[in-house]
């Protein structure tokens, strides 16, 4: 297939940065091995850069790459994002995993991209009910951070209010603690552990994740039910106030335990609380990084 | 393996009334590694300190448990006596069966088994305990005092003494404080000017002491024996080594009319240059931009600088940032007068004639604004008859702040009395609630006012205060005999209640250190520890703690000068070594422990190969700030951080131990 005007236009930028030498790799989306996959592509060479592309396939969250030291030993790079895909860069330079000196921001614009699990039966339409329930609550269309802004070619997500994100929030919200315990002891029951939501977040760089501590072990590593809950409870709340809600948890996770049920009720907690969401100014300080006098305590009896 | 030794404290009846001692001594032989458990009436005392370290002789012990009182009282006392037999004192574990058990719990059962579990968990946390060694950080021999009142100076004058150099700081023009805003002081009569100036003068002439009037703290970093200082030196537009103190500026100074003197509160005026008071140290004049010609009419002016013989005035001068380094910090910044304003029914702003305790000191003072003679604000007649009115502000939990003043009972019963020496034929009446006189000669002071003065004390409360053809009426009840009372005065003094000088909050957040919500300065144990703060390294003097008098102010500074003095005869400090640690092979350098350090303790610490080239960044923990609080552990995604003496395993496995 042709290059569109905004391949054109990203493999211009992506050139010209590495011929300039401001960056010397560009993390970006290449067609994948169908139409409607896209694939994470590495470019560290101008010629390069005409394998890059952008669509509404393109799902991945490349900022989990940026964790990785074998990126990281490159020292300048671009990265081309979405705009809950840069919330995770903002997060990053936040939390001092990547210096803003050091990274190109290349922003699409961006108004939905197309569930996997609808785009590998064929899906090439943006639709309400084919995007993702990130992309109907999308309020970062365009990233608030960027170097270069590439603007899209798409069509307006028409929202009609038929579909409702994330409506299991509610669902949750209404159920007793037991139903609750319950209702999550079910899905929990389900982990293999194999650390795909933690291998997919852009946020879980810990190079020693805290179930790797083995002495003591406070997690159980067998898949069962304690050490289920502990590993999905601890996962939850290490990303509590700092999950930017890309999903990439949930997609990778390979028995569909609905993780954004979980990141979302506590952004919406934080937000409650706190008045505070993640990833969108690379100056704040983190919720869980500050103390304020003016802190709910009435949790103190 | 572990030779543990359990010691089980009766504490006389304390522990062994609620607790059955045997039981968990019994219960501590059981476990293994155990080799020793023994019960005892009073571990803490002589004999039981001798069997503990004789036993820990006889059995070999690498660790030993007291199920005792809180490690708070005898933690210490039985670390030493474990390093008197080679035992790293950190291998001493106390299990509080007292202030967690005995005490607070009264089912003998259920108690014994409780103070068991907290045995065992502290067992298997003393098995897994490593040598612990204390960290030493070098001293700074320099002290910075803030705020040169009496307290301050006190301090500074005793450390200086001891031959420690002190930096003195200053906010207003001259050192002094509210005391040399006195009067006569009770309950001696002694006049506080010529008991003050020569303790000022001598503040400003010691070789020892560096002082900055007109300055203030403007940041602190760094820990005891270290901590960075910047001072803000004001720009006073006079230089001051040139200065004579000649008063030709302020004579000359058109500005004589409209600018209330705040040495005199408000009762004169003062000059855009100026200076406090006549006795002020150092005796150099302070410019007042904020009123002063020259700066609000772009410079016109400049008669100061006209009549200035030795031209030290310079318009240009800037405010000054001054960086000392100093080992240990006094924090002296006293009080202020309570805004009487809620009290709208006695009429204070009001009427010329309702002033203010401190007010009155002025009108008392020969160098004051009537040059000692008791005058009316409003016409400058002699009263013959003063209301005074005690507790405005103080213990009123509504209206103003619950606690005592403590001073106003006593200079009540002064003003009063030197109303009866200066105005003969006079009377003075006094509405109070109780009378607060238990220092040495007060109660006589106090009596002889009422007996030999015959002021005239109702107990009771002033319900109004009005203006009648020239008096003020005074309604009030005498509880005492049930009666209302109505005085026409011809002036009323209201004892004002204190409250913490304005700003002290904030530099309590720069420094560190803990306050009550009145914003008094907390000490680190308020029995025990009077003078020191929260913080290691800084501690506190004066009015800035609480309601004190003149008394206790010098021996509060003076307690803060001898434990700076104490702490500065060694060229190191000891801080405990349960400190924090970090995993520099796990840390991912997040540094969200950082973010909820409150003791500024962790850095970013660069590590790099031998060649030079960065390998990565970590955090890096001060020992010197460092106070083991542990929030750093809390907020550790990684679980990079431990505090030493209470790490990962050992929490674990006092856990593992209630499990079993």
Redesign the interface.
């Known amino acids: 297939m042709a290059n569109t005007k905004t391949d054109e236009k990203l493999q211009k930028i992506a050139k010209d940065l590495l011929e300039s030498g401001e960056v010397s790799l560009v993390i970006g989306y290449a067609k994948g091995s169908n139409l409607q996959r896209m694939r994470p592509v590495f470019i560290t060479k101008a010629e390069d850069a005409g394998k890059l592309s952008f669509n509404p396939h393109a799902v991945q969250d490349l900022a989990v790459f940026l964790k990785k030291p074998e990126v990281k030993k490159f020292g300048k790079i671009g990265i081309v994002v979405k705009g809950c895909d840069e919330k995770a860069v903002n997060a990053l330079i936040q939390e001092y995993q990547i210096s803003r000196d050091n990274i190109k921001i290349i922003g699409m614009e961006c108004n939905g991209v197309i569930r996997q699990s609808l785009a590998d039966k064929g899906e090439t339409n943006l639709s309400e009910s084919a995007v993702y329930d990130k992309c109907l609550i999308c309020e970062e269309h365009i990233p608030v951070l960027y170097d270069f802004l590439i603007e899209s070619e798409e069509p307006k997500l028409v929202l009609s209010g038929n579909v409702k994100p994330y409506s299991g929030i509610e669902k949750l919200e209404s159920m007793s603690a037991e139903e609750k315990n319950a209702f999550w002891a079910k899905e929990f029951d389900k982990c293999i552990k194999c650390y795909a939501c933690r291998q997919a977040c852009p946020l879980c760089y810990c190079s020693r994740c805290i179930v790797e501590k083995n002495m003591p072990q406070w997690i159980d590593t067998n898949s069962e039910e304690t050490g289920n809950a502990q590993w999905n409870l601890i996962r939850a709340y290490h990303l509590s106030g700092r999950c930017i809600g890309c999903g990439e948890c949930e997609r990778a996770c390979p028995v569909n335990i609905p993780l954004m049920l979980i990141n979302e009720k506590m952004a919406k907690d934080v937000y409650n609380m706190f008045g505070y969401k993640s990833g969108l100014d690379i100056n704040a300080k983190p919720v869980f990084g500050v103390f304020s006098e003016s802190d709910f305590n009435d949790f103190i009896k | 393996m572990s030779r543990i030794g359990v010691f089980v404290c009766w504490c006389g009846s304390n522990i062994a009334g609620t607790v059955d001692v045997e039981k968990v001594r019994e219960e501590a032989a059981k476990i293994p590694g155990v080799v020793s458990a023994l019960d005892y009436k009073y571990m803490c005392s002589d004999p039981g300190q001798n069997s503990l370290r004789n036993i820990i002789k006889e059995k070999n012990l690498t660790g030993i448990v007291l199920a005792a009182c809180s490690p708070h009282m005898h933690e210490n006392t039985f670390r030493k006596a474990a390093a008197k037999e080679g035992l790293n004192p950190y291998f001493v574990e106390i299990a509080n069966i007292r202030e967690q058990v005995s005490w607070v719990h009264e089912d003998k059962e259920r108690a014994t088994a409780k103070a068991v579990d907290l045995m065992k968990m502290m067992v298997e946390k003393v098995k897994r305990d490593r040598p612990i060694e204390d960290v030493r950080v070098p001293l700074n021999k320099k002290a910075l005092v803030i705020g040169g009142g009496i307290a301050g100076i006190q301090a500074a004058l005793d450390i200086a003494n001891g031959g420690v150099e002190v930096i003195l700081v200053e906010k207003e023009p001259s050192i002094g404080g509210r005391m040399i805003q006195l009067d006569e002081t009770f309950p001696t009569l002694d006049c506080s000017s010529c008991i003050m100036t020569p303790k000022m003068v001598e503040a400003n002439q010691h070789p020892n002491i560096k002082l900055y009037t007109y300055s203030e703290v403007e940041d602190i970093s760094g820990y005891i024996g270290n901590f960075k200082v910047k001072i803000k030196k004001k720009a006073r537009s006079v230089v001051e080594k040139d200065c004579t103190g000649c008063g030709e500026c302020w004579n000359a100074c058109p500005m004589h009319k409209n600018v209330k003197s705040e040495f005199n509160v408000n009762l004169s005026e003062r000059t855009a240059i100026y200076v406090p008071f006549p006795q002020a140290v150092p005796l150099v004049p302070v410019l007042d931009r904020s009123v002063c010609l020259h700066f609000k009419k772009g410079g016109k002016c400049q008669k100061c600088y006209d009549a200035c013989g030795p031209k030290c005035i310079n318009f240009d001068l800037q405010d000054e940032i001054i960086e000392e380094t100093v080992g240990a910090i006094v924090a002296s910044t006293g009080y202020d007068l309570m805004d009487t304003s809620m009290y709208g029914e006695y009429g204070y702003g009001k009427y010329k004639d309702v002033i203010s305790g401190l007010q009155f000191e002025r009108l008392l003072s020969a160098s004051g604004p009537t040059e000692g003679l008791i005058k009316r604000p409003s016409d400058g007649k002699t009263p013959q008859t003063i209301v005074f009115v005690q507790c405005v502000g103080s213990r009123d939990p509504e209206k103003g702040v619950p606690y005592c003043s403590k001073v106003c009972c006593m200079y009540t019963a002064k003003h009063a009395k030197l109303f009866a020496h200066k105005v003969h034929g006079s009377q003075s009446y006094v509405f109070y609630i109780d009378i607060r006189s238990t220092s040495k000669g007060y109660e006589e002071f106090v009596r002889g006012t009422m007996e030999q003065d015959g002021a005239i004390y109702l107990r009771g409360r002033v319900s109004k205060i009005y203006e009648d053809e020239g008096k003020l009426i005074v309604k009030g009840a005498d509880t005492l005999s049930g009666n209302q009372v109505e005085i026409a005065a011809d002036m009323v003094v209201l004892a004002t209640g204190v409250i913490p000088k304005k700003g002290s909050d904030k530099l309590a957040q720069m420094l560190g250190i803990s306050y009550d919500k009145y914003g008094f300065f907390t000490e680190s144990h308020p029995k025990l520890r009077p003078a020191e703060s929260s913080t290691a390294g800084i501690f506190l003097a004066g009015m800035a703690q609480g309601p004190r008098d003149i008394p206790e102010s010098v021996v509060s500074g003076s307690a803060a000068a001898s434990k700076i003095l104490g702490l500065f005869s060694k060229n190191e400090y000891e801080v405990e070594g349960t400190i924090a640690n970090v995993n520099e092979?796990?840390c991912?350098?997040?540094?969200?422990c950082q973010?909820?350090c409150a003791y500024n303790a962790i850095s970013k610490k660069e590590i790099k190969d031998r060649s030079g080239k960065l390998i990565k960044?970590v955090a890096n923990v001060n020992p010197g700030l460092c106070t083991g609080c542990g929030a750093c552990v809390n907020?550790c995604?990684?679980?990079?951080i431990d505090v030493k003496g209470f790490m990962?395993?050992q929490i674990?496995?006092e856990i593992k131990a209630l499990a079993v």
């Not at chain 2, 995604?637 to 990079?640: A, D, E, N, R």
């Open positions: 092979a796990t991912v350098a997040c540094f969200y973010r909820v960044v907020a995604f990684s679980k990079s990962d395993d674990y496995a």
